[in-house]
């Protein structure tokens, strides 16, 4: 019966695929290449113009206008084929209520810096400063005084700096919560002076963007300067939560995972009336995540960090499905072939049909029995968004900055149903490549291995008075630890999402496959692979003893890294 059923869905595909390519051939002919107009706000204009420029070096044939746009004139000629906008957060506030397609692609930052040899550094690292304090100094009538700032009696006098001219004013009244015209601090042509100025002056104090003081590769601040953290909830010290300001990269992540004051920075956003689907805007969207990041930082911009763009491309592959309507004139040969198309399926659905029925009456008739499950390298699934390592875990990066774990479903096809759970506590530290968890099964056991280093934090206790959840919901409820990375810019670099782990967990399976087939003992599980498309039943260690969990343990898991 699969064999029936596999040459007649063969058939039927193979019959398709050849009304397909004939509609093809007959209704279209070669177009040309697709025009793309970019629109800009003015103070994104320069920004706009250096992406396509370099983007149409790049690749010539790319056919790119770009046009300068007031925010509010972006409503009207943004819904029109073709047409994407590059905007900040204020220019996305006038399209919004349209709800337009957007995509995060940079960041415009504005940060609170003093002099490295400040003699108060050491206390204002541990304690911040509060957006508050900030407020009093920029806009005191008399001189300001560090002891407005760190809130004590010191009555040494701070000068406070900022740019004129530059958008960091603007972010700079906005987290004030005060008019432009308030602000009382000392007004520089330049970043250039500011920088000079809080470099010869030890108590100064100033606001500029992170790019302006970040090196080229945006980690390491530049000699002489020093962030100043912010302490957002005023409670007088920096909690873990709030400790983003040791570099650039740091800062950025904080930024991304809603650490730092939303008034000192503002995205910017590519923008469409519909989410974009021609191969040309799709193209030129991934570039601008990838390769048009470098020209960022020469514009005064922030770019994305690794996770931001993972997550980004992953969106815009996975996410915009190309769907092309093919114009197709109605021919003798399309329509016989759609006929004899719908009268395969209809066969197909007939025989499924019949077949589940057959089983059902089956499976009915012999009490006590069940179907064995079976599973493949196409079989084990997985929702999209999610980081997986090597380990067979997956990741998830909540907003407070911490890390969700579980299992992945390949692995719980494999043990079968765990009955026991070891886990760690929350505060134990954990370390990526060794051991974190144990699965039990009947007294089996396997060591699973964290794909992070650091701090737990919360555990599933939901596991320990049902470990089956590990099994039923491997994803979502049967998740294991809430983790404080320790070392996640570098070890996110290890993980694959979407169809790069798709096709790894292909070669998993055929490196199982190799495993069973290895030894003598494992001859039941090597009967159990069948002859239709090679899958197992799932499983398939729940038979055997602690000796081929130990096996499975040094041979396969230990191994997969």
């Known amino acids: 019966m699969k064999t029936i059923i596999a040459f007649i869905t063969s058939l039927t595909l193979l019959v398709a695929t050849v009304a397909t390519l004939h509609a093809v051939k007959e209704g279209n002919s070669p177009s040309e290449k697709e025009s793309i107009i970019l629109l800009s706000s003015p103070e994104l204009f320069d920004m706009a113009s250096s992406w396509v420029n370099e983007y149409t070096r790049a690749y010539p044939e790319a056919a790119i206008t770009v046009t300068a746009v007031p925010d509010d004139g972006l409503k009207e000629q943004l819904f029109h084929a073709g047409t994407i906008g590059l905007v900040t957060k204020r220019g996305l506030s006038g399209i919004s209520s349209e709800g337009p397609w957007k995509m995060v692609i940079g960041r415009d930052v504005a940060v609170p810096v003093m002099n490295l040899e400040n003699p108060y550094r050491e206390e204002i690292l541990q304690s911040g400063i509060s957006p508050e304090a900030f407020s009093m100094v920029y806009t005191a009538s008399d001189k300001p005084t560090w002891g407005m700032l760190l809130g004590n009696s010191i009555t040494a006098q701070v000068t406070p700096y900022s740019i004129g001219g530059k958008s960091t004013v603007s972010y700079l009244a906005a987290f004030l919560e005060v008019d432009q015209i308030q602000m009382k601090g000392n007004e520089t042509t330049g970043i250039g002076e500011m920088l000079d100025q809080i470099r010869k002056d030890r108590l100064a104090i100033g606001f500029c963007t992170l790019t302006d003081i970040c090196d080229e590769e945006g980690r390491e601040i530049e000699s002489g300067i020093s962030l100043i953290p912010v302490d957002m909830d005023g409670n007088g010290r920096i909690d873990p939560f709030e400790d983003i300001y040791h570099n650039g990269a740091d800062l950025e992540r904080g930024i991304w995972l809603g650490k730092y004051p939303a008034a000192l920075y503002s995205r910017l956003y590519m923008v469409a009336g519909e989410r974009p689907t021609s191969n040309d805007e799709l193209a030129f969207l991934e570039?601008?995540?990838?390769?048009?990041?470098?020209?960022?930082?020469?514009?005064?911009?922030?770019?994305?960090?690794?996770?931001?763009?993972?997550?980004?491309?992953?969106?815009?592959?996975?996410?915009?499905?190309?769907?092309?309507?093919?114009?197709?004139?109605?021919?003798?040969?399309?329509?016989?072939?759609?006929?004899?198309?719908?009268?395969?399926?209809?066969?197909?659905?007939?025989?499924?049909?019949?077949?589940?029925?057959?089983?059902?009456?089956?499976?009915?008739?012999?009490?006590?029995?069940?179907?064995?499950?079976?599973?493949?390298?196409?079989?084990?699934?997985?929702?999209?968004?999610?980081?997986?390592?090597?380990?067979?875990?997956?990741?998830?990066?909540?907003?407070?900055?911490?890390?969700?774990?579980?299992?992945?479903?390949?692995?719980?096809?494999?043990?079968?149903?765990?009955?026991?759970?070891?886990?760690?506590?929350?505060?134990?530290?954990?370390?990526?490549?060794?051991?974190?968890?144990?699965?039990?099964?009947?007294?089996?056991?396997?060591?699973?291995?964290?794909?992070?280093?650091?701090?737990?934090?919360?555990?599933?206790?939901?596991?320990?008075?049902?470990?089956?959840?590990?099994?039923?919901?491997?994803?979502?409820?049967?998740?294991?630890?809430?983790?404080?990375?320790?070392?996640?810019?570098?070890?996110?670099?290890?993980?694959?999402?979407?169809?790069?782990?798709?096709?790894?967990?292909?070669?998993?399976?055929?490196?199982?496959?190799?495993?069973?087939?290895?030894?003598?003992?494992?001859?039941?599980?090597?009967?159990?692979v069948l002859q239709d498309g090679g899958e197992m039943k799932a499983g398939v260690l729940e038979s055997f003893g602690p000796e081929v969990w130990e096996e499975f343990q040094t041979g396969f898991i230990n191994s997969s890294r």
């Open 287 to 528: 570039w601008m995540v990838t390769d048009g990041q470098q020209y960022l930082s020469a514009n005064g911009f922030s770019g994305l960090n690794s996770s931001e763009k993972y997550s980004t491309i992953e969106h815009l592959k996975g996410s915009n499905l190309i769907v092309v309507d093919i114009p197709v004139r109605a021919t003798t040969t399309k329509i016989f072939l759609l006929v004899f198309g719908v009268i395969l399926a209809g066969v197909v659905i007939l025989i499924l049909v019949i077949s589940v029925s057959g089983t059902r009456v089956e499976e009915a008739g012999t009490e006590g029995l069940r179907r064995s499950s079976v599973f493949g390298k196409n079989s084990a699934t997985f929702p999209e968004g999610l980081f997986f390592d090597k380990s067979h875990t997956w990741i998830f990066m909540e907003k407070d900055g911490n890390v969700r774990i579980g299992i992945d479903d390949f692995l719980q096809h494999v043990t079968g149903p765990i009955t026991r759970i070891n886990m760690k506590k929350p505060g134990d530290s954990i370390k990526k490549g060794e051991p974190f968890l144990t699965l039990i099964q009947q007294g089996k056991r396997l060591e699973i291995q964290s794909p992070v280093t650091g701090i737990v934090r919360e555990q599933n206790n939901g596991l320990v008075t049902d470990s089956g959840i590990i099994n039923a919901a491997p994803f979502s409820d049967g998740w294991v630890y809430v983790v404080e990375p320790g070392n996640w810019l570098k070890e996110i670099q290890a993980y694959a999402m979407g169809d790069k782990y798709r096709n790894w967990l292909k070669t998993e399976f055929s490196r199982l496959k190799d495993f069973l087939s290895s030894g003598i003992r494992y001859q039941g599980a090597v009967e159990a």
